[in-house]
């Protein structure tokens, strides 16, 4: 069985089995076109990603088949509310990564003695790509205006997260950041 880990508690921890994960390659895409009247084919206007769709094909083991089953599935059932809204997954398998997004869908559990065999659905809807650790050198600025270029090794581009500390008294007056992409 695969470890995994919902917001840094372990599957196992709940009595909860990982068999397997189902994670598309990549998630589905949303296409803009227009088709005009008169016209042969359609006029193109790109595409974007639509949310990604992970199952999670699990077993739930129990002790016993009345007590301890029912307590599980509980368990199971408050670590995945979708009242929560997103959650933070691992995979022993996929080390460094971690998957963000919510159950979504339905819960049905085939109960055969004491486990009991379910799919949870997880959709990843506001970030359909697996974050991961990234190593980035600080760079201390000591003097104004300077560029700084700042490289991501990922496959998917994304908007860095620039945290600024003044650390001395004075007021800091007329700063200005500028987040550009290059155009390829």
Do not use: W
């Not at 639509?50 to 670590?79: F, K, Q, S, W």
């Amino acid at each position: 069985m695969i470890d995994a880990t919902v917001n840094g508690v372990s599957f196992k921890s709940i009595g909860l089995g990982l068999k397997k994960h189902n994670i598309p390659v990549l998630p589905p895409t949303k296409d803009y076109s227009l088709e005009i009247a008169e016209r042969d084919g359609e006029l193109d206007f790109g595409s974007t990603y639509g949310p990604r769709i992970i199952n999670l094909e699990c077993v739930v083991m129990a002790d016993d088949t009345t007590l301890d089953y029912h307590r599980r599935v509980a368990r199971v059932a408050a670590l995945f509310n979708a009242k929560k809204g997103d959650i933070v997954f691992t995979f022993s398998d996929l080390p460094g990564r971690r998957y963000i997004g919510r159950y979504a869908g339905t819960l049905d559990i085939e109960k055969i003695l004491f486990d009991g065999d379910l799919t949870i659905p997880i959709k990843m809807g506001e970030h359909p790509f697996p974050e991961s650790d990234e190593n980035i050198t600080e760079v201390i600025i000591t003097q104004s205006p300077q560029m700084i270029a700042v490289t991501s090794n990922g496959d998917e581009r994304a908007s860095p997260i620039i945290v600024l500390t003044n650390t001395g008294n004075n007021i800091i007056q007329n700063f200005r950041i500028t987040n550009e992409y290059q155009v390829e």
